[in-house]
């Protein structure tokens, strides 16, 4: 394939407002690495499609009017059923491990990439219809699955956790066979890029040499380009783009662990080279904290559960390392490549945990007699999470019931900074092992001011969550048709620090039946 003669536009010629269609870079980046890397071919038509919502915030970081995304031209364009001016819709082949097994080529099943806007943004249709890459699947994604995409690319993107982010939800009475009849959906989702792990594996298991090289170069110069000069790892910048993709990835994994986020199929195929969180299947977050927790009812084996995320990154990466073996040619500097994960992911693990205990990481040691954090770390957090498992303690209500503890000493400008525990004891059956926590916790308080702590805990302890159950109870109006829910869910996980007290439900306690749903890949 000859690459496709015509303008391209730099990031800055487009000026930053609204525009009243997508304009496309011609080529994208994808498209100008040659035909080995996808397909052309249409997205295919979707039945009678609707709206179910928008994201105005996705949007507006798209430069896209409300006026266009209110509009049927966009309707039509996002559900698959026309291509607009200058897109050349294509999906994009892949390989990857999955469920530690290498499963050979695998690719964009369901997905489909419109382009890539001038500034830089890749837009994908999932469940667009069959691609040559859709092995046994149908290309199509049901109303269910993609609500939950839909609402958690929002909800991850609000926590301040990369994620691929959604523009779109559209739904159709066209049927889907699952399980049960159900019906189709699409997701307009989009991102910086949607590479993978797997791609570069892709290359790598076929010796293609030349596209392996070509790849990386475009996604470091793209995304990376300070490993070009990087005087790190003997200046190699194949090396140097290892090392930042294990730190981004180890970064990303302890936001997860921090906020209580379970993927569920952290398959190499699913890991973004940008250390985006992509691809919402079975994920959830946890309501009683159980660090064993499996959310993928098709993970008998419990290789994706909550507490071997961070291990399974690790592992990702070192598949990402044997695949860019050759282009860094040392294994030394490989090694040494993905060493970076094993500080970077328990420094910032701590740091995230500590600063929803209202602890700031980098309180200057000695100024204030602040321990450092290690030994915090350890006489805090450890302690604090076995007494939240041996209690199946809910694990956001803890943090925002602690983050109101001690907001209220700030807010009733107590000089002795002695929180009210009341609330906290009462969800905590070892009340006697949590006021031994709790009184280690004041002390360790005291060491920095209420209203700084305050400010910390406020802005890492969420109120709202995406809860299994709250994604159920929004899916069950939809699919009665009643798609007002989505919209609201939408808002409040779009602000997901604030009170909102017409949706106090949504922050307590989940329903006993929550327990009960079963989530697994197919979807
Ligand atoms: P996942 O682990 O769910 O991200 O999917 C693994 C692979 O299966 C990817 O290559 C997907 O594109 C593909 N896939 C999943 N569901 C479908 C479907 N309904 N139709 C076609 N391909 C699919
Ligand atoms: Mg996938």
Redesign the pocket.
């Known amino acids: 394939m000859s690459k496709p003669l015509a303008q391209t536009f730099a990031s800055g010629d487009v000026a930053a407002q609204s525009c009243d269609t997508p304009v496309w870079r011609q080529p994208g980046r994808l498209e100008a690495l040659g035909s080995a890397f996808f397909t052309y071919l249409p997205p295919t038509p979707l039945a009678q499609p609707h709206w179910i919502a928008t994201s105005a915030g996705t949007a507006q970081w798209m430069q896209l009017s409300d006026a266009w995304l209110a509009g049927d031209e966009a309707l039509q364009v996002l559900a698959g059923n026309a291509v607009a001016a200058g897109s050349r819709p294509l999906a994009s082949v892949?390989s990857g491990h999955?469920f530690g097994v290498w499963a050979g080529q695998?690719?964009?099943?369901?997905?489909i990439l419109l382009g890539e806007t001038a500034s830089g943004i890749e837009v994908q249709l999932k469940g667009a219809g069959?691609?040559p890459?859709?092995?046994m699947?149908?290309?199509?994604?049901v109303l269910r699955s993609s609500i939950r995409e839909f609402l958690c690319s929002e909800a991850m993107h609000a926590l301040g956790i990369p994620s691929t982010r959604a523009l779109a939800l559209i739904g159709s009475p066209q049927p889907v066979q699952r399980e049960t009849m159900e019906t189709a959906a699409v997701v307009t989702r989009v991102a910086a890029s949607f590479i993978r792990f797997g791609h570069f594996e892709h290359f790598a298991a076929r010796d293609m040499q030349a596209e392996l090289k070509a790849l990386a170069d475009m996604v470091i110069d793209e995304h990376y380009p300070e490993c070009r000069s990087a005087e790190t790892l003997a200046g190699n910048a194949y090396a140097n783009f290892l090392q930042a993709v294990s730190e981004r990835t180890a970064r990303l994994l302890a936001q997860w662990q921090a906020v209580g986020f379970c993927h569920g199929?952290m398959?190499t195929?699913?890991m973004s080279i940008l250390g985006l969180t992509i691809?919402y299947?079975p994920f959830q977050f946890l309501d009683a904290f159980d660090p064993g927790h499996i959310c993928n009812h098709s993970d008998s084996q419990g290789r994706y559960a909550f507490n071997r995320q961070p291990q399974i990154a690790y592992w990702n990466l070192f598949c990402l390392g044997q695949a860019l073996l050759p282009l860094i040619a040392d294994e030394e500097l490989t090694l040494a490549a993905l060493e970076s994960y094993k500080q970077v992911f328990p420094a910032a693990y701590a740091a995230q945990m500590l600063r929803k205990l209202g602890l700031p990481e980098d309180a200057p040691d000695g100024t204030s007699g602040t321990p450092p954090t290690e030994g915090r770390f350890a006489l805090l957090v450890n302690p604090l999470l076995q007494l939240l498992a041996d209690n199946r303690v809910d694990y956001t209500i803890f943090f925002t019931r602690l983050t109101e503890a001690v907001q209220q000493m700030q807010d009733g400008g107590q000089p002795d900074f002695e929180p009210n525990f009341e609330p906290l004891r009462d969800i905590i059956l070892d009340r006697a092992g949590f006021d031994a926590w709790a009184l280690i916790y004041s002390e360790h308080l005291a060491y920095t001011s209420p209203a700084l702590a305050a400010d910390l805990m406020q802005k890492s302890n969420p109120r709202f969550v995406l809860r299994n159950h709250l994604g159920e109870a929004v899916i069950r109006a939809a699919q009665a048709d009643d798609f007002a829910p989505v919209q609201q869910m939408l808002a409040v996980l779009q602000t997901p620090f604030d009170a909102h007290p017409a949706h106090a439900a949504w922050a307590g306690f989940p329903p006993d039946w929550a327990s009960t749903i079963e989530i697994s890949?197919?979807?």
């Open positions: 892949y999955q695998l690719g964009d099943g369901r997905a069959r691609t890459y859709s092995r699947g149908d290309g199509r994604a199929v398959n195929d699913n691809d299947g890949c197919s979807s």
